[in-house]
């Protein structure tokens, strides 16, 4: 059974930085497709980040060259947050889908079958 945990999440004022975790069980990266979204107060929730199995990346345009996503041998998928901004206050979650492609990259929310519990991030001005 596949289950996600993450943490990581707290306050920071504009400028600042935060490392999201994302705790992988019951799957290997070799055959799951991970991303993050990021859902604010009374918004949809919205494309942050993915890696492919093959270890490929892709960000959403408001992220961009101020997020990184990656991966270590232990199961455990990071989101490296620079430069923060007030609009970047959301609750984010961990998201995993099995595939057979570590090429084809994947946005929406629709195509992830498992989800984390979700971690809050606040940013103050």
């Known amino acids: 059974q596949v289950e996600l945990v993450e943490s990581g999440g707290g306050s920071v004022q504009a400028g600042g930085s935060l490392r999201l975790s994302c705790a992988a069980s019951?799957?290997?990266?070799?055959?799951?497709?991970v991303a993050w979204f990021r859902q604010a107060p009374g918004k949809e929730r919205n494309f942050v980040a993915t890696?492919?199995?093959?270890?490929?990346t892709s960000f959403a345009d408001s992220v961009k060259e101020r997020f990184t996503i990656s991966r270590d041998t232990k199961n455990t998928i990071y989101l490296q947050m620079n430069t923060l901004k007030p609009e970047d206050t959301a609750v984010y979650y961990c998201?995993?889908?099995?595939?057979?492609?570590?090429?084809?990259?994947?946005?929406?929310?629709?195509?992830?079958?498992?989800w984390g519990q979700g971690t809050q991030v606040t940013v103050s001005s």
């Open positions: 019951g799957l290997t990266f070799e055959n799951y497709v």
């Open positions: 998201a995993a889908a099995r595939t057979g492609s570590g090429l084809v990259i994947r946005t929406a929310a629709t195509l992830f079958e498992y």
């Open positions: 890696i492919t199995s093959s270890g490929r």
